[in-house]
């Protein structure tokens, strides 16, 4: 394994006074594939948001690329390489398809945009006969794709992806396993996904680890996993 260049150390964090995550400590290494499975309600979610930060961390450190970015803002953290793909996609639904992509790289800072986008693009074809299109109109597996695609335009290194295949129809949801796969060899990406998806998280992660109320309570072989129905069988509810 390649040294870790991602590390979340004693995170606490919440809304308000109600507390949500109580002293997480995680780290990814360069390439890795972390997946997270909780039930819901179990803080998956404020997990990304913190890290990301939409939700200021109460205590402990995020540390990216051997820098602290624990008070840094969400476009700072954008710029330096952490790219978030949030659960219900929150795509532009007035912009067209190619605008929501020029969003996705002018937010990360990227300067060179036009070439970007079309690299981006390439990776994901189903995208090219739509982009006159307006989100809004897109089918729910479509979004998903063109959200994961703006987030790329950002030339992410860590992608923070949170439950990417609610709500989505399979043909979809393995297209989107069989592009992250190839894109984590082509492009050297880590990917921390939060998922319930249990075949999808299984062929996908190196490493599988259990969140309950908030703390990372243990690890699972993502093999374990394959013909399994409910997290059930791993988090007791």
């Given at each position: 394994?390649?040294?870790?260049f991602f590390?979340?150390?004693?995170?606490?964090?919440?809304?308000?006074?109600?507390?949500i995550?109580?002293?997480?400590?995680?780290?990814?290494?360069?390439?890795e594939?972390?997946g997270?499975l909780?039930?819901?309600?179990?803080?998956?979610?404020?997990l990304?948001?913190?890290?990301?930060?939409?939700?200021?961390?109460s205590?402990g450190?995020?540390e990216f690329?051997?820098a602290?970015?624990?008070k840094?803002?969400?476009?700072?953290?954008a710029?330096?390489?952490?790219?978030?793909v949030?659960?219900g996609?929150q795509?532009f639904p007035?912009?067209?398809?190619?605008?929501?992509?020029?969003?996705?790289?002018?937010?990360?800072?990227?300067?060179d945009?036009?070439?970007?986008?079309?690299?981006?693009i390439?990776?994901?074809?189903?995208?090219?006969?739509?982009?006159?299109?307006?989100?809004g109109v897109l089918?729910?597996?479509?979004?998903?794709?063109?959200?994961l695609?703006?987030?790329?335009?950002?030339?992410p290194?860590?992608?923070?992806?949170?439950?990417?295949?609610?709500?989505?129809?399979?043909s979809?949801?393995?297209?989107?396993?069989?592009?992250?796969?190839a894109?984590?060899?082509?492009?050297?990406?880590?990917i921390?996904?939060?998922e319930?998806?249990?075949?999808?998280?299984?062929?996908l992660?190196?490493?599988?680890?259990?969140?309950?109320?908030?703390?990372?309570s243990?690890?699972?072989?993502?093999?374990?996993?394959h013909?399994?129905?409910l997290?059930?069988?791993?988090i007791?509810?």
């Open positions: 394994m390649q040294p870790e590390k979340v150390t004693g995170l606490k964090s919440g809304y308000g006074r109600i507390p995550i109580f002293g997480v400590d995680l780290s990814i290494a360069a390439g594939f972390v997270i909780g039930h819901n309600g179990m803080g998956k979610s404020t990304l948001r913190t890290i990301m930060g939409h939700i200021p961390a205590s450190s995020i690329g051997g602290s970015i624990t840094t803002s969400p476009a700072a953290r710029r330096a390489g952490l790219g978030y949030p659960q996609r795509i007035a912009l067209s398809v190619m605008d929501n992509l020029r969003v996705g790289a002018a937010a990360a800072g990227s300067r945009g036009s070439r970007i986008i079309e690299d981006v390439e990776d994901f074809p189903r995208l090219k006969p739509i982009l006159d299109r307006a989100g089918s729910g597996g479509e979004q998903q794709i063109l959200a695609a703006r987030c790329l335009c950002g030339r290194k860590l992608i923070l992806l949170d439950e990417p295949t609610e709500g989505i129809q399979p979809i949801i393995e297209e989107m396993k069989e592009r992250l796969k894109l984590a060899r082509s492009r050297g990406l880590s921390l996904l939060v319930q998806n249990l075949e999808f998280i299984s062929d992660a190196t490493r599988v680890l259990l969140i309950k109320r908030g703390l990372l243990g690890e699972v072989d993502p093999a374990s996993l013909g399994a129905d997290a059930d069988e791993f007791p509810a």
